[in-house]
């Protein structure tokens, strides 16, 4: 139990259409990163939020984006949906030491909402 | 450009017999590095994690695994499975505490009565 938790569970949705997804943070965690988990292959980075912005992006479109905030929740976005965004999407939550406050070394992953593109 | 291969998809072994799931990275600079376990339907666990010091890590599950930094490898060890064990095992490396993490692909470890 990592304390980080993500909703929905699952979603099924059509090409073309918007989806929200959801990730509650372990508290006091003031970093969330975001992982596409294709199946039969290892998550990939998609972006990283600390402090409510954005710090850092994989290979990925703009219509993939993201918001976190205070609460230590946060949410992926994805726009016009395509038939290869049927995934598991993580989310991982972590407390940023480079600001000299001590961090965790380690990401703390959420169980993960699979989204299936019809 | 960091990267990470694992050499095997799938690995059988007999339960209580040992396992090594194989692990290689590539990296201009220094790196940490991390097993995760995935379990069926599930996110994922760390499992252990290299920062720095002693190259021999101990983790859960009496899982352990070693950093050669010639070899570029940090292979995953246990010296009996037990069923518990059937997951997907994730080798991954970053460049910072709290960086991106880029994972191998996976291997599926599938246990043997």
């Known amino acids: 139990e990592t304390g980080v938790t993500q909703s929905p569970t699952h979603l099924i949705k059509t090409r073309g259409q918007q989806v929200t997804l959801r990730c509650s943070s372990q508290s006091g965690h003031n970093t969330v990163s975001w992982y596409q988990q294709a199946l039969g292959q290892g998550p990939q980075f998609i972006f990283q939020y600390y402090r409510e912005e954005e710090n850092g992006r994989g290979n990925f479109p703009p219509r993939f984006s993201g918001l976190q905030f205070p609460n230590y929740s946060s949410e992926l976005n994805v726009n016009a949906l395509e038939l290869d965004d049927s995934a598991l999407y993580l989310c991982a939550s972590s407390l940023d030491g480079t600001c000299g406050g001590g961090g965790t070394d380690t990401q703390y992953f959420g169980p993960g909402t699979r989204l299936t593109v019809l | 450009a960091q990267s990470v291969t694992q050499l095997d998809s799938q690995v059988p072994v007999f339960e209580e017999a040992p396992v090594e799931l194989r692990c290689n990275y590539s990296?201009?600079?220094?790196?940490?590095l991390f097993w995760y376990v995935q379990y069926p339907n599930q996110g994922l666990q760390l499992l252990l994690k290299y920062l720095s010091g002693s190259t021999l890590v101990k983790g859960i599950n009496g899982f352990e695994a070693e950093f050669n930094k010639s070899q570029t490898s940090f292979h995953l060890r246990k010296p009996s499975v037990h069923i518990s064990d059937t997951a997907e095992y994730f080798c991954?490396?970053?460049?910072?505490?709290?960086?991106?993490?880029?994972f191998g692909k996976g291997t599926r470890l599938h246990i043997l009565p």
């Open positions: 991954a490396v970053s460049m910072n505490r709290d960086d991106k993490i880029i």
């Open positions: 990296s201009s600079v220094s790196v940490y």
